[in-house]
């Protein structure tokens, strides 16, 4: 390996060391009236130093059959406890539907089988979880700048916000995350259908989740229903981009 691959290597660990030991306090540090502002230089000072360092079309990281984990474990939740998903998985997501709206010029609704359809990739690549676990395994889905092209993002589209099924607490708030237009166009950027040659498992995130693999896993949405395009966040949730973002995470989590 040469040394500027070798040197890269370093960083991006580094950083996501740093990012990880940041997110693992979060609960504890939120009482303090200097956090967010501390967090919230860390998260640019990440940002800016993983662009410098790895331009934004580098591709992750990818691995070959034998590589694949044993099993794939569940990150977040297993099974919504939403009745509307209930009711699509009971028919084997048959009466499933991709919404896009937003900043397109052409808002449209997606079946699986249309999504199968869309230009698609295959890849086997690892994915990193806050919680400290890694798993490889293979993804096959369709590539969202396919998807995209079909609906025409408008000149004003930031970023792209996923909205799923999962509630993520007593008051039924719904799991959503976002990326930004780099990340939307990147390659590797995927709506997985299957994960290891078969059907994506409902504990996986079926029918639909996102890969966007130069990024830590809770950036990777399950139970996709909805996709609407940005020009940014004000009127979303808290603000800041995604579910976990607004509990104090860093929006861009890259590795």
Known sequence: M???RTRRRFLRR???AGGAA?????????TTTWVPAALGSAEALNRRLQRLITPRRAMAQEFGPADLSPTFRSNGTA?????????????GFADYRLEVGGLVAQPAAFSLAELRALPSRTQITRHDCVEGWSAIGKWTGAKLGALLERVQPKPEARYVVFYCADPMDEAGTKYYESIDMDDAWHPQTILAYELNDAPLPIANGAP????????????MAKYVMRIELVADFAAIGGGNGGYWEDQGYEWYAGI
């Open 22 to 30: 940041l997110l693992g306090g979060c609960d504890q540090l939120s």
């Open 208 to 219: 639909i989740r996102l890969r966007v693999e130069r990024q830590l896993g809770y950036k």
């Open 2 to 4: 040469s040394d500027e």
């Open 14 to 16: 580094l950083l996501a």
């Open 79 to 91: 099974n919504p406890d939403d009745a509307g998903y209930q009711a699509l998985a009971a028919n």
